[in-house]
């Protein structure tokens, strides 16, 4: 509900201000109707990404004229009604004529607003709150009646008003947006400066090359199969998705298992042991420390000889180093997979061991520095989101 309003602002009811059309019932758009080519049929990701090209789906002219009440014409507004909800976009020009699907809602403003000011407004906190509002506070996953949105409440200044108000908004968002912009390319770079120094500290010129299967006592994967679950388990049955910079990390979806299931599939797992991720995202890394675990196919584990330090290859499997390895010889088209032999095969630059520890000193010191960078990066993109949103309540309180 709007509690104060500006001085010449009039409160309006959305269904006063727009004509609604919800998108068809499911059964109307049955794949069997669609064609190759001809009239599209939009759907929630072009309300989503708010582009309207890549087109899936086509339906005949015929069927285009029996569902006429649904095309799109430039100037309306879509909005995502189901799962992602409140999405935003205005329809172009000369987009390729076509119709909305069951998952979009079409509102066509009238001529006393501004599409882009009700646009700006519908992704505003006050708009999302007055959604909120009118559904008790529950949390909408499907927008199911267009009643709901037809009686929030908008607020309207004159027309030039508003046009004033998009004017102002849209320089903001544009210095907003460039800001954002850098400081992502300022994180994307911390993180590559990183991975670059990791691509070249591997290459010493008098190191000796050893395969994996050589700084090794023993070397296998997990469980091709799956264990008896128990819900009260002491024991966690872990993947490849468990490890994490040295780390073995437990999530809600990790499954527990008894000590039973333990005994009956344990590996010998030993202060030594190193996990790798050889499955789907591969060279997550995490050491084994007396942790009370199942390993699954999706990782492997290898038992390091004295000679070589822990960390020092975990930073090597972390690396570009063993990226650019895994995904050549990795088989799958969608999901990559790097078999035993690949593993075993892999050759590592091996320096003296007192070597090895001053390296990982080094990047250790190199990674705190990272991840502080990185930390004041995410911080500003995080904020630059908060003034956007700021600046956006500000304006359709009256505040510009």
């Not at 999302?128 to 009643?147: M, T």
């Not at 290459?203 to 299967?213: A, I, Q, S, T, Y």
């Amino acid at each position: 509900m709007i509690e104060q309003l500006k001085t010449g602002w009039k409160i309006k009811k959305l269904g006063e201000v727009c004509e609604f059309v919800r998108g068809p019932f499911g059964g109307s758009l049955k794949k069997n109707i669609f064609r190759s080519d001809g009239y599209a049929v939009y759907e929630q990701k072009h309300a989503i990404y708010d582009r309207f090209d890549n087109v899936r789906y086509f339906i005949d002219e015929n069927k285009f004229n029996e569902m006429k009440r649904f095309e799109l014409n430039s100037g309306d507004l879509i909005m995502s009604c189901s799962g992602t909800i409140g999405k935003i976009a205005i329809v172009p020009e000369n987009i390729k004529k076509g119709i909305i699907n069951q998952a979009l809602l079409k509102l066509s403003p009238s001529k006393k607003v501004s599409t882009v000011f009700l646009k700006l407004w519908m992704q505003s906190e006050s708009f999302k709150d007055s959604l909120n509002e009118y559904s008790q506070g529950a949390a909408i996953k499907n927008v199911a009646s267009v009643a709901i949105l037809k009686n929030i409440q908008v607020p309207l200044p004159a027309l030039p008003e508003q046009k004033r108000i998009v004017a102002i908004l849209n320089k903001a968002f544009t210095t907003i947006a460039k800001a954002k912009a850098n400081a992502e390319e300022n994180l994307k770079n911390a993180k590559a400066l990183f991975e670059s120094y990791l691509q070249g500290v591997f290459k010493g010129e008098d190191w000796e090359e050893k395969r994996l299967v050589e700084i090794t006592s023993l070397l296998g994967d997990g469980l091709h199969g799956t264990p008896q679950y128990t819900e009260d388990g002491e024991y966690y049955f872990i993947n490849g998705n468990n490890l994490n910079n040295g780390i073995i990390q437990y999530k809600k979806t990790t499954q527990r298992v008894s000590i039973e299931e333990y005994h009956k599939y344990k590996k010998n797992l030993t202060d030594r042991t190193v996990l790798v991720s050889i499955n789907g995202t591969l060279g997550n890394v995490a050491f084994y420390n007396n942790e009370k675990i199942i390993l699954g196919k999706s990782a492997c584990y290898f038992n390091l000889l004295e000679v070589v330090d822990k960390n020092f290859i975990k930073y090597v499997i972390s690396s570009p180093y063993f990226w650019n390895y895994a995904h050549k010889e990795a088989t799958g088209a969608t999901i990559k997979n790097v078999s035993l032999k690949t593993m075993r095969e892999f050759k590592i630059p091996i320096p003296s061991l007192k070597e090895q520890q001053t390296i990982v000193k080094k990047l250790d010191a190199l990674s705190v520095k990272t991840k502080r960078l990185e930390a004041v990066y995410q911080k500003k993109i995080e904020d630059l989101e908060e003034l956007k949103k700021s600046v956006l309540q500000k304006a359709f309180n009256g505040g510009l």
